[in-house]
C-alpha cells in the first residue's frame, strides 16, 4: 500500500530536515569562531520546512537541533576549552533555542493557515458543485431540468449536423397524472414521480441523457 502523495511529501522534507541539523551540528563542531554563521544557514532551511512538517514533528526536529547544538558545545569545551569562551558559547545557544523556539510557533500558525485555507477551498469546491448540481437539476426526481436537456439537445444535434452522426429523443407520458394528485395528493404525485425517474434512469446507458 503505497502513502498518498502529501504523506511521501511530507517524509521526504522531514528526512531533509534531519539530514540538513545533523549537518549543521557536524559543522559547527568544527567551526570556532564562525559557528554563528553556520546557525544563519539552518535556520532558513528549517522555516522552509516548518511549512510542511506537523506541529509535533516539528517540535520534535527543533529538540533534535537544540539538545544537539547544546551537545555540540560540552564536546567543544571539553575538547578545546582554551579556543571558546563559555559566555559567549552559552549566549549564542540561548540565542539559538529562543529562536528555535520562534520557528516552531511560527511554522506552526503557518500550517495551521494552511489547513484552514484547504478546508475552506474544499467547502468551496463542494459548494461550486452543488450549486451547479442544482441549477442543471429537477430537486425533485434528480433527472436533468428542462433548461439542462435542452442544452444537451443543442450539442446533439450539433454533433449530428457535423459528421455521420445520429440521436434519438424518447418522449414519455405519464398516463392519468393529474387523476393521481387529484384523487391522493400531490405528495402521492411526487412520490409517482420519483419512481417514474428511478425506472428510466434504471434503463438506460450510461452515455445517455
Given at each position: 500500500h503505497n502513502p498518498p502523495a502529501w504523506l511521501r511529501g511530507r517524509q521526504q522534507v522531514l528526512l531533509l530536515t534531519i539530514w540538513a541539523t545533523t549537518c549543521f551540528l557536524v559543522t559547527s563542531f568544527y567551526l570556532d569562531q564562525f559557528r554563528i554563521s553556520a546557525i544563519m544557514f539552518f535556520f532558513p532551511i528549517l522555516l522552509m520546512?516548518?511549512?510542511r512538517l506537523t506541529t509535533l514533528?516539528?517540535?520534535?526536529?527543533?529538540s533534535y537541533a537544540t539538545l544537539g547544538y547544546l551537545l555540540v558545545l560540552m564536546l567543544v569545551l571539553e575538547q578545546?576549552?582554551?579556543e571558546v569562551s563559555l559566555s559567549v558559547e552559552g549566549l549564542q545557544w540561548i540565542i539559538f533555542a529562543a529562536t528555535t523556539c520562534s520557528v516552531v510557533i511560527s511554522g506552526s500558525a503557518v500550517s495551521s493557515a494552511q489547513r484552514e485555507l484547504t478546508r475552506i477551498s474544499a467547502g468551496l469546491r463542494e459548494s461550486a458543485r452543488?450549486?451547479?448540481?442544482q441549477a442543471i437539476r429537477d430537486e425533485l426526481t434528480g433527472l436533468f431540468n428542462r433548461r439542462q436537456i435542452l442544452d444537451v439537445l443543442q450539442q446533439q444535434k450539433a454533433l449530428a449536423d457535423s459528421g455521420d452522426y445520429s440521436f434519438v429523443v424518447c418522449y414519455l407520458d405519464l398516463d392519468h397524472?393529474?387523476?393521481i394528485?387529484?384523487?391522493h395528493?400531490?405528495?402521492m404525485g411526487?412520490?409517482?414521480?420519483?419512481?417514474?425517474s428511478e425506472l428510466m434512469r434504471l434503463s438506460v446507458r450510461d452515455a445517455d441523457y
Open positions: 520546512s516548518s511549512f514533528t516539528l517540535i520534535a526536529v527543533c578545546r576549552p582554551l452543488n450549486a451547479r448540481e397524472f393529474k387523476r394528485n387529484d384523487t395528493g400531490h405528495s411526487d412520490e409517482v414521480l420519483v419512481r417514474a
